[in-house]
C-alpha cells in the first residue's frame, strides 16, 4: 500500500534539534554489579530527521532512547527535550511533556484491554483533551491495516494487530519526536515496510522527526542517518544508510568490539 500525499497544511519546517544529551552517562548498581550501560554520551536528533540507533546486544542502544525520550533519568549528564531541560521538570511537567510532545512505539504493546483498538489510538488525544485530524487519523489508520479492525479489542486482535495499534496511537497526534524500540519487530515484512515507508513519509512531508532503535539493517536503511553504540559509547554513524552498507559495517563491529561473555 503506498501513502497519498500530505495534505499541505500540515507542512512545517525542518529545523533545529528535536532532542539531543550532553555528556550523558547511566550506571546501573554499585561495587561488583556496578554497570555502565551509557558512557558520556552526546548526540543531537535533529528536527524532520529519521535518525536509528544500532549496536550490539548490550551496547545501550534502549537505554539511550529511555533517556533522550524522558523515560529513564540519567546518573549524570543532561538530556533536552527541543529547548526543554528534562531534569528541571518534576513528575507532572514530565508527564505532561511525554504526552504532548513525544510519541512512543515499543514491542510491548501497552494497550487497555477494556478499549476498542479506535480507543486505544486516540487514548493520547483524549487525555489530552484534544480531538484528532481525523484525515490524519484515517491514513494512519489504513496505512497501518486497521480500518476493518477498529471496534475489536486486544484480545481480539493478533499479536502484528496489535503492534499496528501502538504504532497508529503514537502517530495519531503528530508528535515533534517519535521514539521507537523496534517498531516493526513484530509485523511482517510488508506490514513492517508499510510502516517504515509510512515514517519515512512523515519526516520528508512533515518535518517529524523520528528516533529508532532497531537492530535490523533493512529497517535502518529507512532513516537519514544511523549511529552506532558499542559498549555505551558513541563509536561510528552513517549518513544516507543502505542495508548492505549497514549491514557491512555491523560485521565490522563484531571484529573490532567483539562480545564477551
Known amino acids: 500500500m503506498t501513502a497519498g500525499p500530505l495534505a499541505p497544511h500540515a507542512s512545517r519546517p525542518s529545523t533545529g534539534i528535536a532532542a539531543d544529551t550532553t555528556d550523558l552517562s547511566k550506571v546501573y548498581g554499585s561495587g561488583d554489579t556496578r554497570v555502565v550501560a551509557l558512557d558520556q554520551v552526546s548526540i543531537s536528533f535533529r528536527a524532520g530527521e529519521f535518525?536509528?540507533?544500532?549496536?550490539?546486544?548490550?551496547?545501550g542502544k534502549s537505554t539511550l532512547m529511555?533517556?533522550?525520550?524522558?523515560?529513564?533519568?540519567?546518573s549524570s549528564g543532561s538530556?533536552?527535550?527541543g529547548t526543554t531541560e528534562l531534569s528541571r521538570l518534576n513528575d507532572r511537567q514530565l508527564t505532561a511533556l511525554r504526552r504532548d510532545r513525544i510519541g512512543f512505539i515499543f514491542q510491548a504493546f501497552n494497550l487497555l484491554p477494556t478499549l476498542t483498538a479506535l480507543e486505544n489510538i486516540t487514548l493520547p488525544l483524549t487525555i489530552a483533551g484534544r480531538k484528532p485530524d481525523q484525515q490524519w487519523l484515517d491514513r494512519v489508520v489504513s496505512m497501518v491495516g486497521l480500518s476493518g479492525r477498529l471496534d475489536h479489542r486486544p484480545a481480539q486482535l493478533s499479536g502484528g494487530q496489535q503492534q499496528r495499534v501502538a504504532v497508529a496511537r503514537a502517530l495519531a497526534s503528530q508528535p515533534g519526536i517519535i521514539f521507537g524500540?523496534?517498531?516493526?519487530?513484530?509485523?511482517?515484512?510488508?506490514?513492517?515496510?508499510?510502516?517504515?515507508?509510512?515514517?519515512?513519509?512523515?519526516v520528508r512531508e512533515l518535518g517529524q522527526t523520528?528516533?529508532?532503535?532497531?537492530?535490523?539493517?533493512?529497517?535502518?536503511?529507512?532513516?537519514?542517518?544511523?549511529?552506532?553504540l558499542a559498549d555505551g559509547r558513541l563509536v561510528d554513524e552513517m549518513a544516507h544508510p543502505t542495508p548492505d552498507r549497514v549491514l557491512d559495517l555491523m560485521k565490522a563491529f563484531d571484529t573490532r568490539h567483539p562480545r564477551t561473555s
Open 79 to 81: 538530556v533536552r527535550v
Open 66 to 74: 529511555h533517556c533522550a525520550a524522558g523515560l529513564d533519568s540519567p
Open 210 to 228: 523520528v528516533v529508532m532503535v532497531t537492530h535490523d539493517p533493512v529497517a535502518a536503511g529507512y532513516a537519514d542517518r544511523v549511529v552506532f
Open 181 to 202: 524500540d523496534e517498531p516493526t519487530g513484530n509485523l511482517d515484512s510488508r506490514s513492517g515496510a508499510e510502516v517504515l515507508g509510512f515514517l519515512r513519509d512523515s
Open 51 to 59: 535518525t536509528a540507533i544500532m549496536g550490539p546486544s548490550g551496547s
